[in-house]
């Protein structure tokens, strides 16, 4: 097993709307995390309210949300779904992702944690991380800056120097272990784990052998929630819709890792936004095909964004998944290589995005063998895929046009040669009469080449040849 821990050092700051630089967080009158600018100015956590605000006099400060912290917590457990679909919560500032059974498929485990690292950068979250083979020695080697993978053999090494206040054990135990001369964590492993436990406890030497992988150290799984909704406050108001976009990211991260923790797909989702004078709007995000990629729908809500116009600043986002598909297996391609591009569904949905839903539609197949009724136009994501057993053209005449007929056959720019032989369509009584109806007909149908090498759909009733439609 390789567990990567993940420790934000901001997250109490950073997971708080609203702030500006230099700005602090503060809990029982004592600074615990500032932003740089007000690192800059000599304010540093441990710190009296008092002396920060005498160093810093424009420092803002906010109070301790536990709340928030869980929720936004969450969220990212949520986004960490897109890597692993076993994360565990380490409140209130870190998670821990098992990644042995995917460094196969990000291809090592280097590539997955800059894969990592990079989601958490895009997001805007100050991170500090290590990989290990127990979890509790990740948690302590990231909370302790570590910045590295570390192996089995490497580990009692790794885990040596760490010192004795880093496991958050009681301070009254972390001064007795001073008072004997014991201020890091290899002095402990050198002592006998009996006399060790009748001085300091149980749990203090039982924290350091699950460390090291000499007790077991089962965590619980985060549960994905089965419905995804999930709200963000912004930093400040936000004027202007494509500024939503990097806020949106967030949001749309915790959607895809959700969505890869369910198994699952989506189809539409729904961005509501909450302005600053009460009020609410929904933007809709609908895709030609039911994706969990990230990028895809961000990209659909960049095309939306562009084309809004805010009603009043927004000062919150939610967002919720409207239609969840479950995601089936799917075989990939053993030879031949994957097409470039975003593909004709992703096309689809960027297009009826940029230009409106009516500018965009498709021919769909309607179950009338005349080719006149066969096809009809509509929305691309309501039209059923099917496919034709007979060639039909792409594009078909308003009305059938006569061809001239001689000795030698039909004539449509020289003689037409007949490639296939004659499909017999007949019947249609029952909208005989109607207007614009087809009616009853009996035609026999051919795919026919010229001397020019064009491509033609000819048939003949009792009347003589027609042509019908043009092949691409």
């Given at each position: 097993m390789l567990w990567l821990a993940l420790h934000f050092p901001?997250?109490?700051?950073?997971?708080?709307?609203?702030?500006?630089?230099?700005?602090?967080?503060?809990?029982r009158?004592?600074?615990?995390?500032?932003?740089p600018g007000a690192l800059a100015a000599g304010v540093v956590p441990g710190q009296k309210l008092s002396t920060a605000l005498g160093l810093a006099p424009e420092l803002r400060v906010f109070e301790r949300d536990p709340a928030r912290e869980a929720q936004t917590l969450a969220g990212l457990a949520c986004a960490a779904g897109r890597f692993t679909?076993?994360?565990?919560?380490?409140?209130?500032?870190?998670?821990?992702?098992?990644i042995g059974g995917c460094l196969r498929l990000f291809g090592g485990a280097p590539a997955l944690v800059e894969a990592v690292l990079a989601a958490c950068g895009e997001q805007g979250w100050s991170v500090a991380w290590a990989a290990a083979p127990t979890p509790l020695a990740a948690l302590w080697l990231a909370r302790a800056g570590g910045r590295r993978i570390v192996t089995a053999a490497q580990l009692p090494a790794a885990l040596a120097p760490l010192p004795c206040t880093l496991p958050g054990w009681p301070a009254a135990l972390v001064a007795r272990l001073e008072s004997f001369g014991l201020r890091c964590l290899g002095d402990l492993a050198t002592l006998p784990s009996s006399g060790l436990r009748q001085r300091i406890g149980q749990a203090p030497v039982d924290d350091l052998l699950r460390a090291r992988g000499e007790l077991p150290d089962p965590r619980r799984c985060f549960v994905f929630p089965e419905c995804f909704a999930t709200t963000l406050e912004l930093?400040?108001?936000v004027e202007h819709a494509e500024a939503l976009a990097f806020a949106g990211q967030r949001l749309l991260a915790a959607l895809a890792g959700w969505l890869h923790g369910r198994q699952a797909l989506v189809r539409a989702c729904t961005l509501h936004l909450h302005h600053d004078d009460g009020s609410r709007s929904a933007l809709p995000l609908r895709l030609g095909e039911a994706s969990a990629d990230e990028a895809r729908l961000l990209r659909l809500l960049r095309e939306h964004l562009g084309r809004l116009t805010l009603a009043a600043p927004v000062e919150a986002l939610c967002l919720e998944a409207d239609e969840v598909?479950?995601?089936?297996?799917?075989?990939?391609?053993?030879?031949?290589?994957?097409?470039?591009?975003?593909?004709?569904?992703?096309?689809l949905e960027r297009l009826r995005a940029r230009l409106g839903a009516q500018a965009v539609q498709v021919l769909g197949l309607c179950a009338d063998h005349r080719p006149e009724c066969a096809t009809v136009a509509g929305d691309p994501e309501r039209q059923p895929a099917a496919a034709l057993a007979k060639p039909r053209p792409l594009w078909l005449l308003p009305t059938p046009q006569p061809l001239a007929e001689r000795a030698d056959g039909p004539h449509w720019h020289g003689p037409l040669h007949l490639v296939t032989r004659g499909e017999r369509l007949e019947s249609g009584w029952w909208d005989g009469g109607e207007e614009n109806a087809a009616g009853d007909i009996r035609r026999d149908y051919f795919v026919a080449r010229n001397q020019r090498g064009q491509w033609a759909w000819i048939f003949r009733d009792a009347r003589g040849w027609f042509l019908h439609g043009l092949f691409a």
């Open positions: 901001l997250f109490a700051l950073e997971s708080l709307p609203l702030r500006q630089s230099p700005s602090a967080v503060v809990g009158g004592r600074i615990l995390a500032g932003d679909p076993s994360v565990s919560l380490a409140p209130p500032d870190a998670l821990l992702l098992e930093p400040s108001r598909l479950a995601q089936t297996g799917d075989s990939g391609q053993l030879f031949t290589e994957a097409m470039a591009g975003e593909g004709a569904a992703a096309c």
